[in-house]
């Protein structure tokens, strides 16, 4: 940790990091003078018994034997530890006060912060309160607490490097928790044993999912003690006590619309987009730009094959992004294009493009809002005529009309998810796009029966709508030209 300021740390529970990082505190606090170090829990009952734990640990010290080691204690208060070395170690609890205000720190630990309240502002207060320079560090610990806060967007930024935090992930089978559970290894040994007549667990009585396990670093008696707990609780209940990597940690057992044990294990397996080289002399040139910047392009087009796409439009300057999904007519999908900042008149060129690129894709296209302008474009600027129609009544006549698109009403769109739900759960669709897949982990239904993306900034549902669209476009099986 020592090499950057800035550590945020994802974990399983009962790890006894939290036990680390007070050690730690403990040791910076000994062995250099003047320190200034700051605890903050998310209760008051554990902000007590992490100081508790920093005070037996300071107790222990033979300062008897070794006088001229370890300084003494010059006060000791209730929340607070000052030794004549000019040290101080302060734990508060989080609260809806600014972490930290009027003081500078040399160490900050944030512990279970993602179950703080107001975390954006606790968290902006404490890096203020950050000492300059090399020696001085913020570290955050926690286990998730689902996606809709600040620390799932702190972390995960962290984790594809886009952030001054460095992300550490702790799963359930690192060596830490080897003595931590080694009872509960052992009990679940000894169940695995008398229900398999007396024989151990081997390699080659692996699931598929625990052979990925295996293959990443846990070991048998992880892997018994996993069977173990499963008598007790869903996969999805261990995979957020206990997650395996960090995307499992943020499952939400509640209100999901899609199965997070399925999405999970699509992300573990997703293929990486082809690079830029490998696309440069295959596609237009006017999306050299977007290249592994919005258009993941995982399968080039191949030859009298039929494809299917689905195409939601946004404003092009907001918060909403324009997105593109498409899919080959065997349900696997070759592309997923997603941007906030490309024009209505500039994305319509681009579905154009991209359509005609993939032989001439069928293409269903959200009618909703900016969704008109761009199918007026496809159909009278460019001429694309591949497109989804709907025959719907007439208000005045009374007679059916056949209209360009997809008009999502709150009827149509629970249709459309209920068949993206169906088509991807039962393997009728292969998903490659990872940030659709994280986008169907916030995908909810509310309290009043609708469904989108679970409240929060960021958090988005749009390529959920582009990847539906598509599936609307394989079902319909129309082709027109």
Same mark, same amino acid.
């Given at each position: 940790?020592?090499?950057?300021?800035?550590?945020?740390?994802?974990?399983?529970?009962?790890?006894?990091?939290?036990?680390?990082?007070?050690?730690?505190?403990?040791?910076?606090?000994?062995?250099?003078?003047?320190? #200034?170090? *700051?605890?903050?829990?998310?209760?008051?009952?554990?902000?007590?018994?992490?100081?508790?734990?920093?005070?037996?640990? #300071?107790?222990?010290?033979?300062?008897?034997?070794?006088?001229?080691?370890?300084?003494?204690?010059?006060?000791?208060?209730?929340?607070? /530890?000052?030794?004549?070395?000019?040290?101080?170690?302060?734990?508060?609890?989080?609260?809806?006060? &600014?972490?930290?205000?009027?003081?500078?720190?040399?160490?900050?630990?944030?512990?279970?912060?993602?179950?703080?309240?107001?975390?954006?502002?606790?968290?902006?207060?404490?890096?203020?309160?950050?000492?300059?320079?090399?020696? &001085?560090?913020?570290?955050?610990?926690?286990?998730?607490?689902?996606?809709?806060?600040?620390?799932?967007?702190?972390?995960?930024?962290?984790?594809?490097?886009?952030?001054?935090?460095?992300?550490?992930?702790?799963?359930?089978?690192?060596?830490?928790?080897?003595?931590?559970?080694?009872?509960?290894?052992?009990?679940?040994?000894?169940?695995?044993?008398?229900?398999?007549?007396?024989?151990?667990?081997?390699?080659?009585?692996?699931?598929?999912?625990?052979?990925?396990?295996?293959?990443?670093?846990? #070991?048998?008696?992880? *892997?018994?003690?996993?069977?173990?707990?499963?008598?007790?609780?869903?996969?999805?209940?261990?995979?957020?006590?206990?997650?395996? #990597?960090?995307?499992?940690?943020?499952?939400?057992?509640?209100? &999901?619309?899609?199965?997070?044990?399925?999405?999970?294990?699509?992300?573990?397996?997703?293929?990486?987009?082809?690079?830029?080289?490998?696309?440069?002399?295959?596609?237009?040139?006017? /999306?050299?730009?977007?290249?592994?910047?919005?258009?993941?392009?995982?399968? !080039?087009?191949?030859?009298?094959?039929?494809?299917?796409?689905?195409?939601?439009?946004? &404003?092009?300057?907001?918060?909403?992004?324009?997105?593109?999904?498409?899919?080959?007519?065997?349900?696997?999908?070759?592309?997923?294009?997603?941007?906030?900042?490309?024009?209505?008149?500039?994305?319509?060129?681009?579905?154009?493009?991209?359509?005609?690129?993939?032989?001439?894709?069928?293409?269903?296209?959200?009618?909703?809002?900016?969704?008109?302008?761009?199918?007026?474009?496809?159909?009278?600027?460019?001429?694309?005529?591949?497109?989804?129609?709907?025959?719907?009544?007439?208000?005045?006549?009374?007679?059916?009309?056949?209209?360009?698109?997809?008009?999502?009403?709150?009827?149509?769109?629970?249709?459309?998810?209920?068949? !993206?739900?169906?088509?991807?759960?039962?393997?009728?669709?292969?998903?490659?796009?990872?940030?659709?897949?994280?986008?169907?982990?916030?995908?909810?239904?509310?309290?009043?029966?609708?469904?989108?993306?679970?409240?929060?900034?960021?958090?988005?549902?749009?390529?959920?709508?582009?990847?539906?669209?598509?599936?609307?476009?394989?079902?319909?099986?129309?082709?027109?030209?």
């Amino acid at each position: 940790m020592a090499k950057n300021r800035f550590v945020i740390v994802s974990k399983a529970r009962q790890g006894g990091i939290s036990t680390f990082c007070v050690a730690k505190a403990l040791y910076r606090a000994i062995v250099n003078e003047n320190e #200034n170090i *700051l605890i903050v829990s998310y209760k008051s009952d554990s902000s007590k018994a992490l100081f508790e734990k920093l005070k037996s640990m #300071n107790e222990w010290l033979p300062r008897e034997k070794y006088p001229d080691l370890f300084p003494n204690v010059k006060r000791d208060n209730r929340d607070e /530890l000052i030794f004549d070395n000019g040290s101080r170690i302060q734990c508060i609890v989080a609260g809806i006060k &600014s972490i930290g205000r009027g003081s500078t720190y040399s160490w900050i630990h944030l512990s279970e912060y993602a179950f703080y309240d107001k975390q954006e502002m606790q968290l902006l207060s404490a890096e203020q309160s950050l000492m300059k320079g090399n020696s &001085s560090q913020l570290t955050i610990e926690t286990t998730s607490n689902g996606t809709g806060n600040n620390y799932y967007k702190l972390f995960m930024s962290a984790w594809k490097n886009n952030s001054k935090y460095k992300a550490m992930f702790i799963p359930f089978y690192h060596d830490l928790y080897k003595k931590q559970f080694k009872y509960e290894h052992d009990e679940a040994e000894a169940w695995y044993k008398a229900d398999n007549k007396g024989r151990r667990l081997s390699v080659a009585d692996l699931e598929p999912d625990e052979k990925v396990l295996y293959d990443n670093g846990a #070991n048998l008696r992880f *892997l018994m003690w996993r069977r173990y707990k499963l008598l007790d609780m869903t996969l999805q209940e261990f995979q957020q006590e206990y997650p395996s #990597n960090p995307l499992e940690s943020f499952i939400s057992t509640g209100n &999901s619309v899609f199965n997070q044990a399925i999405v999970l294990e699509r992300l573990n397996h997703t293929i990486p987009p082809l690079s830029k080289d490998e696309l440069v002399n295959e596609i237009p040139e006017i /999306l050299h730009r977007f290249i592994r910047k919005g258009l993941d392009i995982f399968y !080039l087009p191949k030859r009298n094959v039929r494809y299917y796409g689905g195409v939601d439009t946004s &404003s092009g300057g907001g918060n909403d992004y324009s997105t593109i999904s498409i899919f080959n007519e065997d349900g696997q999908q070759v592309l997923s294009f997603y941007n906030n900042h490309v024009t209505v008149w500039d994305f319509a060129e681009i579905v154009d493009c991209l359509g005609r690129l993939y032989n001439y894709a069928f293409l269903a296209v959200e009618r909703n809002s900016f969704g008109t302008p761009i199918l007026e474009r496809l159909r009278k600027q460019y001429n694309y005529l591949n497109l989804y129609k709907q025959k719907l009544f007439d208000e005045r006549t009374g007679k059916k009309k056949i209209k360009l698109g997809f008009q999502t009403t709150n009827a149509t769109k629970v249709i459309m998810i209920q068949d !993206l739900k169906e088509s991807f759960e039962k393997g009728l669709i292969n998903v490659e796009c990872k940030e659709t897949l994280q986008q169907m982990q916030l995908f909810v239904e509310k309290v009043n029966g609708s469904m989108g993306n679970k409240s929060g900034e960021d958090n988005h549902d749009d390529l959920v709508i582009s990847t539906a669209l598509a599936v609307q476009a394989r079902k319909i099986g129309k082709w027109y030209v």
